[in-house]
């Protein structure tokens, strides 16, 4: 039974396009994020949310639109696609906001911009 | 400069021997270390969890944090085939509400 789960886990569109990935967690955790890791492998946060609640917003663009219908769903929507977007969009989930509190990943959305 | 530097590697080793990865940074305020272990088309799992300096030890694993020279260990024992994958660190500063700040990762193969 995944624990965290996003779909879909492959998509691929064309520059301009809008596009949504939805992501779902069963740990009953409070705290949800999305992360974005290019070509590199380099990890880097993009937004979490706490009891549905928005807590970080790095310097995303804003053709980025997270929005969380409760708990344990936080989905991630992208206007006008880029090439530059094109990368590996991790969803994970914690149990609250303390530090203490390790974040468990989905197996990622790769997203491929034509 | 980024705030977590970490050699992407590749690093290739034999079956058994001893791994060592590692992680430098430049933010004093980080408290709590984290390595992550990556296998390919996979998310990240969280394999070990420290606060503060120190050694904290799990089965093969140990990891090691050294604040007054901002660098983080992670050692493997007798390192297996299914070992290989793609390690990150990842570091959390007090009050950041979740922000981790990960390293590159470093690409670990082991050989039969």
């Known amino acids: 039974d995944t624990a965290v789960s996003q779909t879909p886990k492959y998509l691929v569109t064309q520059m301009g396009n809008d596009k949504s990935i939805k992501c779902e967690q069963n740990?009953?955790?409070?705290?949800m994020y999305w992360y974005k890791q290019d070509s590199k492998k380099f990890l880097k946060i993009m937004f979490s949310y706490n009891n549905k609640e928005l807590i970080i917003n790095e310097t995303v663009p804003n053709r980025f639109s997270p929005k969380s219908p409760d708990k344990a769903h936080l989905n991630l929507h992208i206007n006008s696609l880029e090439l530059g977007d094109s990368a590996v969009y991790f969803c994970?989930?914690?149990?609250?906001?303390?530090?203490?509190?390790?974040?468990?990943f989905g197996d990622g959305t790769r997203l491929s911009i034509l | 400069q980024k705030e977590v530097e970490q050699d992407p590697g590749p690093l290739s080793v034999p079956e058994g021997a001893i791994v060592s990865l590692n992680c430098t940074y430049s933010?004093?305020?980080?408290?709590?270390f984290m390595w992550y272990r990556q296998y390919s088309r996979k998310g990240p799992e969280l394999l070990m969890y420290t606060y503060s300096s120190g050694n904290k030890e799990d089965g093969r694993f140990t990891a090691q944090v050294d604040k007054s020279s901002k660098y983080i260990s992670l050692f493997i024992r007798d390192s297996q085939p299914s070992d290989s994958a793609t390690y990150l660190c990842?570091?959390?500063?007090?009050?950041?509400?979740?922000?981790?700040?990960f390293g590159q990762g470093t690409i670990l193969t082991v050989h039969p």
């Open positions: 990842a570091m959390l500063r007090g009050t950041s509400y979740g922000k981790l700040t």
């Open positions: 740990l009953g955790h409070d705290t």
């Open positions: 933010n004093s305020a980080f408290q709590y």
């Open positions: 994970a989930s914690s149990p609250g906001l303390g530090e203490a509190q390790p974040q468990h």
